[in-house]
């Protein structure tokens, strides 16, 4: 059974670094999917941040590209996301999620909750 688990602080600065970590069991990320970040503020839509695949590479929202950077350490099968330069309107609820092209986001994290201060 393949479980994605977010972690990361739960508080950042406005201004700073979001960092998140994306585990991930029952499955290698270095299979052929595309490990993905998608997030959604309080009451809004979800929101794509972006995606990566072990061997090709990163994408990322157009909205996004700019602050957003995505990694994989596979020793630890974790992906990880980190969001420079945050506003208050980065607050939201963060989920990892796989991505395949056949099958689309079919599992996602419980989601973390993260909230930008000022």
């Known amino acids: 059974q393949v479980q994605l688990q977010e972690s990361g602080p739960g508080l950042v600065k406005s201004s700073q670094t979001l960092a998140l970590t994306c585990s991930v069991s029952?499955?290698?990320?270095?299979?052929?999917?595309?490990w993905s970040w998608v997030r959604q503020p309080p009451g809004k839509g979800l929101e794509w941040i972006g995606y990566?695949?072990?061997?090709?590479?990163?994408w990322y929202s157009p909205s996004l590209r700019s602050r957003a950077s995505i990694d994989r350490d596979t020793s630890r099968n974790q992906f990880t996301l980190q969001l420079n330069s945050v506003t208050l309107e980065d607050t939201a609820v963060y989920y990892c999620a796989r991505f395949g092209v056949a099958y689309g986001m079919d599992i996602w994290g419980k989601g973390t909750l993260v909230t930008v201060s000022s």
């Open positions: 029952g499955a290698s990320i270095t299979t052929n999917y595309y």
């Open positions: 990566m695949h072990y061997s090709a590479g990163a």
